[in-house]
């Protein structure tokens, strides 16, 4: 079955620690995406790339950081400096054939301890 | 700015009722909207896209629609389902396929 998978569903970190979330695809996509989603609100894009090694900040990049050595993957890395983490973090992704339809995996609900 | 305004916030309706949830826009530049579907607690799934040339899309018993002069977007649902139930939310696609999302529109549908 091809999609998006994201690993952990669950997360729980202590303040003062990077974690890194992971985000696989096997849709053969170019562009990934990482939005995070705090409640009641709508999502927020973190980071995107639309090629591998090459990636561009969102709107809310302060203390995240991002990879993109394989086109499959896209691991997220929360780091210390992201003054409130807790949010539910989603990883999106577009193929060229798909009509810029974005497709999503199913998150990962990090807390801070 | 784009901002993505949804309206209403949350609505309850009784099973089988014809609905409509709307989605405004401030920026009518937009490459395409897309509504999506949100389960508690799980990711988007995307329901129907509209490009901007286009005037309304059609999947099973639900229709979306785009007036991008007046920013506007609707998402009807026919015949409502308890199934129906989940978080629905509209985002535009401001180029380079970064999308600006509303705040969804909460439904329930009670049998």
């Known amino acids: 079955d091809g999609g998006i998978t994201q690993s952990p569903k669950y997360l729980f970190r202590k303040e003062g620690q990077n974690v890194t979330l992971s985000c696989e695809q096997n849709?053969?996509?170019?562009?990934m995406y990482w939005y995070r989603q705090d409640p009641g609100q709508g999502l927020r894009l973190i980071y995107y790339?639309?090629?591998?090694?090459?990636?561009q900040k969102g709107d809310i990049a302060e203390g995240y950081s991002v990879s993109r050595e394989k086109k499959e993957s896209f691991p997220l890395t929360v780091t210390s400096a992201q003054k409130n983490p807790t949010a539910f973090y989603l990883c999106?992704?577009?193929?060229?054939?798909?009509?810029?339809?974005?497709?999503f995996g199913p998150g990962t609900r990090l807390t801070v301890l | 700015k784009q901002e993505v305004t949804q309206i209403p916030a949350a609505l309850s309706v009784p099973e089988g009722e014809n609905l409509v949830l709307n989605c405004s826009f401030t920026?009518?530049?937009?490459?395409?909207l897309q509504w999506f579907r949100q389960d508690p607690g799980k990711g988007l799934t995307s329901l129907l896209l509209?490009?901007?040339?286009?005037r309304e899309q059609t999947s099973g018993r639900l229709n979306a629609s785009l007036d991008k002069s007046s920013g506007r977007s609707t998402l009807y649902i026919a015949a409502s389902q308890p199934g129906d139930s989940a978080t629905y939310l509209c985002?535009?696609?401001?180029?380079?396929?970064?999308?600006?999302f509303g705040t969804g529109t909460r439904l329930l549908v009670s049998p």
């Open positions: 509209i490009q901007s040339s286009q």
């Open positions: 920026d009518s530049a937009i490459y395409n």
């Open positions: 790339s639309q090629i591998v090694n090459d990636f």
């Open positions: 999106a992704s577009i193929g060229r054939s798909s009509y810029n339809e974005q497709f």
């Open positions: 985002a535009v696609d401001t180029g380079f396929q970064k999308l600006v």
């Open positions: 849709l053969n996509h170019d562009a």
